[in-house]
């Protein structure tokens, strides 16, 4: 198993301004995966981050817009730029290997003024 | 284009009746989970099912995988309020592909 430690838990931002979450993972892992989750609703993946590589973006989302972070096998980081409104939601990191259990975060749960 | 669909969205029944989520894929995946999220949490997997026809049971939850692994089901008997939250089936091929989601509500 393992544990994902992410925070913050919550912010309110202003928009215009940026946010960093970080994910701290309690054992080395190869990919880590970053999603957004509007409330009561399902997750969509934003990006797979590899350590040593670029993160590989879903379509719709950018690099620009969202900056990650893999300094090593056991972080990661996310960053919301240039905020708006649109941008309030729940993010999440989640660490998984194919056909086996992913583990999640509790979430970041953004809301931008 | 949304690969897993759920059905139905929102759920909301008395505790003692039983109560059962669809998930329907347009694609086959090498394996299918479920999910459980409750408010403030990240997700947690109740299961993981692998071959076509599979039945699966954990407790009151039996979980089925269609015979062209497409598609899947998870049904509770006997809801409890504790059973409440958000179900999450989740197509896994390298990377987990999400459903919509159904929020199960169980009152008491």
């Known amino acids: 198993s393992a544990v994902i430690s992410q925070k913050p838990s919550r912010d309110i931002c202003q928009r215009g301004t940026s946010l960093t979450i970080q994910c701290q993972v309690d054992s080395q892992v190869t990919m880590m995966f970053w999603y957004r989750q509007q409330p009561g609703q399902s997750l969509t993946l934003i990006a797979t981050a590899n350590q040593g590589s670029e993160a590989t973006y879903e379509s719709g989302f950018v690099i620009d817009k969202f900056p990650i972070s893999r300094p090593n096998l056991t972080f990661s980081t996310l960053t919301v730029s240039n905020m708006s409104p649109e941008d309030s939601s729940i993010y999440l990191c989640?660490?998984?290997?194919?056909?086996?259990?992913?583990?999640f975060g509790q979430g970041t749960r953004l809301t931008v003024v | 284009t949304q690969l897993l669909e759920q059905s139905p969205q929102f759920l909301s029944i008395q505790e003692g009746e039983n109560l059962t989520v669809y998930c329907n894929s347009s694609s086959v995946f090498s394996s299918l989970q479920w999910y459980r999220q409750e408010p403030g949490e990240g997700p947690v997997l109740l299961v993981t099912?692998?071959?076509?026809?599979e039945v699966k049971k954990l407790k009151r939850l039996t979980f089925q995988f269609g015979d062209a692994r497409k598609d899947s089901s998870l049904h509770i008997t006997a809801a409890q309020p504790g059973d409440t939250g958000l179900y999450l089936c989740a197509g896994n091929d390298y990377k987990l592909s999400f459903g919509a989601g159904t929020t199960v509500t169980v009152r008491a």
């Open positions: 099912v692998v071959t076509g026809g």
């Open positions: 989640s660490v998984a290997g194919v056909g086996t259990e992913a583990f």
